[in-house]
């Protein structure tokens, strides 16, 4: 492996604007967007093999693309603006966004995906580092950094965090890549297979005025706290042995017993069949009515199903907690990121454009988290789940608009939890011509100790990687722990 003393070199970075003028009205803030103006920009991206296409052929590609995608976004290429009542927007305006093309080929795809921890280097994939939402007001509201490595190319997007949240950041994403794909074959884009709704009229659109002092919002959290990251993977198998312990069901690992309810809440996403036309939902669901006759026992009747990824939580849950020793009387927090976009009634479109986000904290004293069952853990968060509604959203806007504040990031008492992303995330889908990503990996930003980050494992079929920063002593604990080590996927 290269020292780590070698250092990132920009080749080049230009601006890049849409191909056509935009005519779109300015995007007010919303109750969701505000409170992230003291976060970070997002930071993510894909690491590919690299293309067959030359390189001085394939930067000149992803530029055309990007600009040709940006028509489809416009707000990605404004600017934020705050009018004379206090009011913030964003000002379509054609203003574009930075492209940078970097070099840092003493580095191979081994390096990225090899090592147990993330290296550091990986940051340097990304622009815009440590950069708080706020200043896009003065600066480009997204860039894209395209990094040669020796044998690969990694392409990062930074894209500020009260713009988008996940489901917005990928969808853009997906496009740019869907885009560049179509290009490279010679073909016209005439528009693009999810279309970004930009309509302002929900609930989430408030008269209340968030008042941000002087200079801006600030992150909440220590941005040079010493932490450990690492990609802890599980494969499908492994995630359902662990929903099946939590339900108390028996678990066989010659594939018998699998969850069809899941999958086909997940086959949005899912574009497989079984080589014969019918669509794998199809076959689940006449698996599912041929099955539920079978009567059930009353004590089967009444336990609650926990899901896969809420299993997987209250795992985490449990090791993080016994990993921070903890006093048993300590109240710990496990906050959960959810999409209101389905919760909402009447529902947002799902492809919404800005945030439609909020956080749902779970608490627990420490001697409960790690006394109790697995079961217990799971059924605490998925009863938070499950009684957010349409309800719980509208009192979480109307808290905010009567104290407006931006969100605090941040382990306050060395005893909470946040996880972000999704599992459900198309980050593989990201395909710009010359094949799927070989890992997803994430910047700098908004990183302190217990965020976690859930990612699709690359595999598919329900795996899942959660990129977990904890304080080194902490992680160490974890990676010593055989009763969350055993799930994890070597």
């Excluded at 795809?109 to 200043?135: G, M």
């Amino acid at each position: 492996m290269p020292s780590s003393q070698e250092s990132l070199t920009l080749l080049s970075k230009t601006v890049i604007v849409p191909d056509q003028k935009s005519t779109m009205d300015d995007l007010k803030f919303s109750v969701s967007d505000l409170p992230m103006l003291s976060c970070h920009y997002i930071q993510k991206g894909c690491l590919f093999t690299r293309p067959s296409l030359p390189i001085d052929s394939l930067i000149p590609l992803l530029k055309r693309g990007l600009s040709r995608t940006l028509s489809f976004f416009p707000p990605l290429a404004g600017r934020l603006c705050t009018d004379a009542d206090g009011y913030i927007y964003i000002t379509c305006n054609d203003a574009g966004v930075e492209f940078y093309h970097a070099k840092y080929t003493q580095w191979f795809i081994r390096d990225v995906i090899s090592p147990i921890h993330t290296p550091e280097f990986v940051e340097e994939f990304f622009p815009f580092d440590k950069t708080v939402s706020y200043e896009g007001h003065f600066k480009p509201i997204m860039a894209v950094q395209v990094t040669e490595l020796a044998d690969g190319v990694f392409i990062g997007c930074a894209v500020n965090h009260a713009v988008t949240d996940g489901t917005s950041f990928w969808n853009f994403f997906n496009s740019f890549a869907e885009v560049c794909r179509k290009m490279g074959a010679g073909n016209d884009i005439e528009r693009i297979a999810r279309q970004p709704n930009f309509s302002r009229d929900s609930v989430l659109v408030s008269p209340a005025v968030l008042r941000v002092p002087e200079g801006g919002p600030k992150v909440t959290f220590d941005e040079n706290e010493p932490l450990s990251e690492r990609i802890f993977s599980f494969s499908r198998e492994a995630i359902q042995e662990l929903k099946a312990t939590v339900n108390g069901k028996k678990w066989l690992d010659n594939n018998d017993v699998f969850d069809a309810v899941e999958i086909m809440g997940k086959q949005s996403n899912d574009k497989y069949s079984d080589g014969n036309g019918k669509s794998i939902a199809g076959i689940l669901e006449n698996w599912l009515f041929k099955t539920s006759a079978v009567p059930k026992t009353d004590s089967e009747s009444k336990a609650v199903e926990i899901s896969s990824f809420q299993s997987l939580c209250a795992l985490l849950w449990q090791a993080v907690t016994r990993g921070r020793k903890l006093p048993a009387s300590k109240t710990t927090t496990f906050r959960m990121a959810v999409n209101v976009r389905p919760r909402l009634n009447p529902k947002l479109d799902p492809l919404y454009f800005g945030n439609a986000i909020q956080s749902i904290p779970v608490y627990a004293s420490a001697g409960d988290v790690t006394s109790r069952d697995l079961r217990w853990c799971a059924e605490q968060l998925n009863e938070a789940v499950k009684a957010y509604d349409d309800g719980a959203v509208r009192r979480v806007i109307g808290d905010w608009e009567k104290n407006p504040r931006c969100f605090p990031l941040g382990n306050f008492d060395g005893a909470i939890l946040t996880m972000g992303s999704s599992p459900r995330f198309p980050m593989y889908d990201n395909d710009f011509g010359w094949g799927r990503p070989l890992a997803v990996r994430s910047g700098g930003a908004n990183k302190f100790d217990g965020k976690i980050s859930a990612f699709p494992g690359r595999e598919g079929n329900g795996s899942v990687d959660l990129e977990v920063l904890l304080t080194p002593e902490t992680m160490a604990g974890i990676e010593s722990d055989s009763e969350f080590m055993r799930y994890v996927t070597s």
